[in-house]
């Protein structure tokens, strides 16, 4: 079965250090890889896909994912974090199988906090 | 300005009474799909569609039904809730092509069913 695991539920970080959100999947074949971001009472906002081509991949907001298929992973990172960047991310992977082709498999949810 | 709309968003009802949360999006997009979001759980689709007039069921589809009678709309229905469908629920769009384009999500419908 296809899946995803973000194994911490919470990140803590001091603003002007680098950060990392760590994700890994588990899907047959090539994956498409997701990051999104959940401020408080919005919506779930696009931070960078992955889908073939530079392991590093560069987002919205200064962040930045890196895809490493040995280890079925796909980290979130920002060099210097900012207090704004407080927020509820969510890792995802495409689901090649089912819903349409187009369903979103989405790991638990890391919390991330910065401070000042 | 290319959105999803949900409405409403925040609903407090009771065991029983019928419901339906709307959703929007004007970017012309073919699939459209629900998810409900719990703590520790992340997001599951309750249901999807690939175009008016097709639907089909996700992973948690119990206890809900859609309808895609125009592209740009998607409504969730709850015909009879119940308290485990209490729940932050989410309406997302895409493009169907490939399956390489992000989906688009709406704010969030905050549903309490007592």
């Known amino acids: 079965a296809q899946s995803v695991a973000q194994p911490e539920d919470q990140v803590n970080v001091a603003e002007g250090n680098p950060l990392t959100v760590k994700c890994t999947y588990s899907v047959s074949g090539n994956p498409y890889l997701f990051w999104y971001v959940q401020y408080p009472n919005r919506g779930l906002q696009f931070l960078l896909k992955?889908?073939?081509?530079?392991?590093l991949v560069k987002g919205s907001y200064g962040f930045e994912a890196e895809f490493n298929k040995s280890q079925t992973s796909f980290h979130l990172k920002k060099p210097s974090a900012l207090v704004s960047d407080s927020a509820l991310y969510f890792c995802a992977v495409r689901d090649m199988f089912s819903g349409g082709y187009n369903k979103l498999i989405f790991g638990a949810g890391t919390r991330l906090a910065v401070h000042p | 300005e290319a959105q999803v709309t949900q409405n409403p968003r925040y609903l407090i009802t009771v065991t029983g009474k019928k419901l339906t949360v709307t959703c929007s999006q004007n970017m012309n997009h073919e699939y459209m799909s629900w998810y409900r979001q719990d703590p520790g759980l992340g997001l599951r689709q309750i249901y999807y569609s690939m175009n008016v007039e097709v639907t089909d069921k996700g992973d948690v589809p119990e206890g809900y039904k859609v309808s895609r009678k125009e592209k740009r709309n998607f409504p969730l229905i709850l015909e009879s809730p119940s308290p485990n469908q209490t729940s932050l629920y989410f309406c997302?769009?895409?493009?169907?092509?490939?399956?390489?384009?992000?989906?688009?999500f709406g704010p969030g419908t905050r549903l309490t069913v007592l």
């Open positions: 992955y889908i073939t081509g530079d392991n």
């Open positions: 997302a769009s895409s493009f169907v092509t490939s399956g390489s384009h992000e989906q688009f």
